[in-house]
């Protein structure tokens, strides 16, 4: 079992125990692809963990962007958070109804606003209705909290950044994504992308790091799966997806690891495949 750590990954049992603090905020931020066929606030208002807000990460993103789900401004972060009475002092569990696929892409974003205190339930939703623990159906009682964001710049970065560590290698450029699409072989699940990656990156395949209940590998565990995809872990890495949430897994992963010298491409395969001037590489490297 991973050890509890506040700023990265929790238990289910953790959160057990903890779910009656009065400085605890916890937010289901289930998000599916299309084709996944799956509604997330449905689910929710179904049911959820007591207490959880529902985090929209379609909604609480830069909506004056084509991208999907791009970092929203600062003042509409900090305006959403405090409308979800999520604010200072508070510590944030993330989760998410798959296990482990969205919940990492808002505990990266909290970092990314200067708030350290978030952290990932391991195993998610699924493991917490196995295990048999409280679930509820009603809204959350909320009560408005202002939040202080210091953006932490280093943690993301932008498509003339990546371009630039793409050739000259200063840093590994890490892709989440499917062997299959990182290869070219698969089409993508948005129209008008081709097919393939960024040259130069390596395929560290996001659900290679999970265990088959849905919960994070132990860290020794974890670096094996990098190096094994070629990865070199004394250089900084840049993480990389479809649209820049799965890529947040390989953040967390990292992180857990004791690397912290990591950043988000957020744009991700959704702007670099979209693109008719970057070049793109097909097959293993």
Excluded at 111 to 118: A, C, E, K, P, T
Excluded at 148 to 158: C, G
């Amino acid at each position: 079992m991973a050890e509890d750590d506040p700023r990265t990954l929790v238990s289910t049992g953790w959160l057990a125990r903890h779910l009656n603090d009065p400085d605890l905020r916890i937010l289901d931020a289930s998000w599916y692809l299309p084709d996944m066929g799956r509604d997330p606030k449905a689910e929710y208002d179904t049911g959820h963990i007591p207490g959880a807000r529902f985090f929209d990460i379609d909604e609480i993103s830069d909506l004056r962007s084509d991208l999907p789900h791009m970092v929203p401004p600062v003042e509409k972060f900090m305006s959403r958070m405090r409308a979800m009475g999520v604010g200072d002092g508070h510590q944030v569990v993330v989760y998410d109804g798959a296990g482990l696929l969205s919940a990492a892409r808002v505990w990266w974003l909290f970092r990314l606003m200067g708030h350290m205190d978030v952290a990932v339930l391991d195993g998610g939703f699924p493991k917490w209705e196995v295990e048999g623990h409280e679930v509820e159906d009603l809204p959350p009682m909320v009560r408005d909290r202002h939040m202080t964001v210091r953006r932490q710049n280093h943690l993301v970065r932008d498509v003339t950044e990546v371009a630039a560590a793409s050739k000259l290698g200063s840093a590994e450029i890490i892709d989440a994504r499917s062997p299959g699409r990182f290869r070219g072989d698969e089409p993508e699940p948005r129209p008008g992308l081709s097919s393939g990656h960024i040259p130069g990156s390596k395929n560290v395949f996001f659900q290679d790091l999970l265990n088959e209940d849905g919960t994070l590998k132990e860290p020794d565990a974890l670096r094996t799966v990098f190096e094994t995809g070629g990865v070199d872990l004394s250089k900084p890495a840049i993480t990389t997806c479809g649209s820049g949430v799965t890529a947040a897994i390989l953040s967390l992963a990292m992180e857990r690891m004791g690397k912290s010298d990591h950043s988000l491409y957020d744009g991700s395969w959704s702007e670099w495949g979209l693109s008719p001037t970057l070049p793109v590489a097909k097959g293993d490297a």
